[in-house]
């Protein structure tokens, strides 16, 4: 009864927060359901699930899981909330189930174990914290990662338990949990391949207090000990040589500075709940540059390891306190060590912190032998109560789309991103002048900021306040700014605007010339500028009916790409601009580059590149022969007849820059 309360308490809790939008990641993850139509037969549902492009993987298991909310775009983001929230309810019921075994498995009676797995879930599944996973829709890949190991690891303890009695079905069913467990956790997000460390931490943790014994170990060598090796030798391998990540304004030895900071940020939110924290923008944080810049780099460090030191000692007399540790730890393991990933983000506890209110809950159960139960049962109700209550005030913000955005703007002063996003909010609520200020006081804080610098440019311009000559010397002064990604980003802000409001040939002609002076300017110092600027030139020059001059620099910027997802998205962008003979002479030369490109750099499959490209092909010739008997037509008239040029569009060619 009282485990449903608390998942009842939950639902209340979450509700609120369902009427919010999307968000950040959510659209270029989404978007792809509409590419080709409705999703309506098989060969629409593989070639949507299977050419995914969020990490190594693709995430089949992940996409497919978006299917049961939506079969088109645009969608209403109400339903892929509510089955994110009811994805995080059931991994909390398959919490509290483990909690029990575990307890169960070490010794403890069956009121103890039920009492302890019921606080230690509440805990967990009422987190502040996790809001911004439950709620963020694109992180439905998190919970459905996290989904499958914990299935893994309750069935690896099902079986544990019945192996001195029934071995064969007991080697049976921890194999099966831990095989099909990785590879649909994985298929789901790729941190799900750390289910058999997670579970090797479990066992090593409780080492000293397991009623029964372990498996064999050879089969722990196989199953266990083999993939977490691999999982350490393929972190080994991520290393870059150079010690830089590209397009990272961080290198690897900055990154492992910074963790063990970003790690005790990650507890100290986790422990005490927080209403308001700094959302999906984390641009601002600062980076450790050395063991002392900034002065907690060194002491976070010596925490970290002081962390582990105790997650070992502590198995012998506090097993509980050590198996929170450990698995926190090994939680982290992908995403927060060589990968050149972004520092940080809140989602990343999601699975980590499983085990991390279980000794907690114990202490608490502990203190009825020195206090009454009255004072316990108070003391945990309100702990979950305040947890609970927090988590209900941060739903309701994210379920208000301007007040979150105005927000993670206070919060985050130091970001950029995140003083845009509260800029083009007020400019959404009919306040411009609000806008403008946000960024025009951001800028006095952070003077190199190319991103708001050009996003301040755009909302003028959006607003009929720029004159060329005011976009003129607004280029001149980003040659004294540093060109990282942001500054990329808001470029090809500046052009967007531009082809917005097109036809606009002086404004065109300016931001032209300001792109190639940016490229001479650098002279190939910054690899990604000189092949984007060529690239954003292309757009803003098929945008402006220029399509020999626009798949000149399209051709140029493929030389440097040698990708053919970019190559497909600039075939795109022309066929939606109506030029289907330089798409289709563009479209050749990517086929050309598709024959080259090594199967581990391409983003989806060869054979569906092959199919991509014929079909490609076809619609453009046909297109072609349309447009030659009706040439009156707009030009982009038949983008709605073959929606497969969009498909690539939704791509951000940055990434692969």
Known sequence: MMLLFVVFLAFISYATGLSGPFLFDDIPSIKPLG??????????????????????????????????????????????????????????????????????????????????????????????????????????????????????????????????????????????????GTILATYSKENGALLPLLILSIEFALAHHWIRPSPDWRWMALYLWLPAFAIVFYLISKIPASGEFLHRDFNLMERLWTQPRFIFDYLWHL?????????????????STSWLTPWTTLPAALGLAGLVITGFWARYRWPLLSLAILFFLGGHLIESTTIGLELYFEHRNYLPAVFLFLPIAAGIWFLRTRLTSWVVLFMALSLIGSYGLATWQRAVLWGNEDQLMLTWGETNPESPRAQTVAAQTWIRMGYPDRAFSVLESAIQRMPDSGLLITNLLTLKMDQGRVTPQELEETLNKLLAKEFDAQMIKGLEHIVDTINRSAPMPEYKAIMYDGLTNIREHLQGRVSVVQRYTFYLQGKLLSEHDEPERAYTHFSQALDYYKSTETGLNMVSRLAMDGHFAYALKLLEKTRGILKTEPDDQLKRRRDTYETEIERLRKNLVEDMAIDSQNHNQAPNHLTMRHPIYRIFTTLPTSKSA
């Open 35 to 180: 590419a080709l139509g409705p999703i309506q037969n098989m060969e629409l549902f593989w070639a949507y699930v299977l050419d995914g492009f969020a990490g190594p993987t693709g995430r089949p298991i992940a996409l497919a899981s978006f299917l049961l909310d939506a079969r088109d775009w645009p969608a209403d983001p109400y339903s892929f909330k509510r089955t994110n929230l009811i994805l995080h309810l059931v991994n909390g019921l398959i919490l509290f189930a483990i909690i029990r075994t575990l307890l169960q498995s070490i010794g403890h009676d069956t009121r103890s174990s039920g009492w302890i797995a019921l606080m230690a879930m509440a805990l967990w599944l009422l987190n502040p914290f996790l809001v911004s996973t439950t709620l963020y829709v694109v992180q439905r890949m998190t919970q459905l990662a996290a989904l499958f190991v914990l299935l893994g690891i309750w069935g690896y303890l099902k079986g544990r338990l019945i192996l001195p009695t029934r071995p064969r079905l007991g080697y049976l069913l921890i194999t099966l949990s831990v095989v099909a």
């Open 271 to 287: 422990f005490v709940p927080h209403i308001q924290t700094q959302g999906l923008y984390h641009d601002g944080r600062v980076i």
